[in-house]
């Protein structure tokens, strides 16, 4: 195996990142999930030390905002106590694993996450700091949106398999070999040189590169299902929160009521047992509500980089988003809340918002300087009047 190391920079509690609000402390739940304990602590925590506002991200991780500099060393402490931290930044940057939420007691999906987090940390190889692992062992797909370098998964027959993201085509394992496989497939990503193809593992196959026969695989993945909804499932209440961000009233108020939450990509939470939508101010609980087609950084004035408020404009706007369509607005072309294309994207400017249609912060505008009082008064703007 190569030596422990990690490539770049990746903030964590251990080394947060400065934004206009203070510093933002990531926590990144063992195995996708908080105990009570755990959440009520990272509640509190979130009061004391920051702002009060808790982001939840794309990774399915947690982040507290407006920590202040002295206050840091005081919030790690308690972080520690509450066995939500690591050893040193590089162990806490390279445990980047999702789990389904959707595991029962019985299945392998946890025990195979903390096989996984336990050889990371062991004997890694040297990884980009955005590549991660999947672990999504249903019997249909809950992650295949998520963003993921390496997936264990099911085959179409039950079979478990190992896939490199961007493949079609899984390596079927047993049980014992598939953390081993997992682990050699990101050996060799590192070894074929796929750090130069931008750090991920679909860029890199779809540049061309060529699994070696023992890592490549004939098995066709199992179904995917579609990105879950606020609503009750057999696992608990699922809620989301609007801009991906709730209160620490919020995480207080859930974690009263649960034994555990399962931290999940696209920025929500499962409560677990509940049978119930909880109710609670911040808390999205249906699912149609128009706020989870809109996503947005969280701009002026919280972040000093930002061109404009963001937030704002982002809620005006949602009820005229289209059911099947999205909005990003970013307060500048860091594009921090959302790194990929959008259905619609809208980036301030010092001139303005630049509109981006089918396309990431990144891309060319279709439309320069609009002010937000203009698309607030005719949002057709967004879509040119279809
Ligand atoms: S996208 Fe720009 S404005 Fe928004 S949080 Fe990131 S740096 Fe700040």
Redesign the pocket.
Known sequence: MSAVAIKGWCPGALRPMR??DGLVVRIRPHGGRLDAKQAAGIAALAERYGNGLIDLTSRANLQIRGVTDAGHRSLIEELSRLHLLDLDPESEARRNILVTPFWSASDDNRSLAAELEQGLAMAPPVLPTKFGFAVDCGTERALASASADIRIERGMAGELIVRADGAELGRPVTRRDAVKVALALAEWFVESGGEGGGGRMAAHIGAGAKLPDALRGHAKPARMIAVPRPGLYPQGAMVGAAFGQVTHAALTYLAKRVQGLRMMPWRMILAEGLREMPRCQGLVTQADDPILRVIA????P??????AD?RELAAALAPHIADDAWLHV????????HSGAAVLTLV?TSEGFDLIRGGS?RDAPVLHGLSAGRLIADPSVLTGGR
């Open positions: 934004s206009g950084c969280s701009g002026a919280a972040c000093r980089e930002a061109y963001t970013a307060g500048c072309a860091k594009g921090c809340a301030a912060t």
